[in-house]
């Protein structure tokens, strides 16, 4: 059974960085797909970034593209997402998410992965 826990959230100010684990068990992250979607009040979903298994080639949401990374450490089966310059906007409760059979055309569609962390809280002040 897969098991997603993100760590790493909290309160920062604007233009603050955190960078947010996730840790994997039951799956190895290099053979699984990983991202990470947030939710802020009243929105829906949003992709942020995944990193493709195998090659792990990352992909980014086209606004947030230059001030958050996504990477992967095989051997620790960790995922991060490093945000910088964060801004008020960027406040929301951010998801790991993991799929082993995603395709490219499915990566920013919420319904595509299967194994969702519980959440971590990144709240940006003014």
């Known amino acids: 059974q897969v098991h997603l826990v993100e760590s790493g959230g909290g309160s920062v100010q604007t233009g603050d960085s955190l960078r947010l684990a996730c840790s994997a068990s039951?799956?190895?992250?290099?053979?699984?797909?990983m991202g990470w979607f947030r939710q802020a009040p009243g929105q829906e979903r949003e992709f942020v970034a995944a990193?493709?298994?195998?090659?792990?080639?990352?992909y980014f949401s086209d606004s947030l593209k230059g001030r958050f990374t996504i990477s992967r450490d095989s051997v620790k089966n960790m995922v991060y997402l490093q945000m910088n310059s964060l801004q008020p906007e960027d406040t929301a409760v951010y998801y790991c998410?993991?799929?082993?059979?995603?395709?490219?055309?499915?990566?920013?569609?919420?319904?595509?992965?299967?194994?969702w962390g519980q959440g971590t809280q990144v709240t940006v002040s003014s």
């Open positions: 998410v993991g799929s082993s059979t995603i395709i490219l055309s499915a990566l920013r569609s919420s319904k595509s992965y299967a194994d």
């Open positions: 990193i493709f298994r195998g090659g792990g080639r990352p």
């Open positions: 039951g799956v190895t992250v290099r053979h699984y797909t």
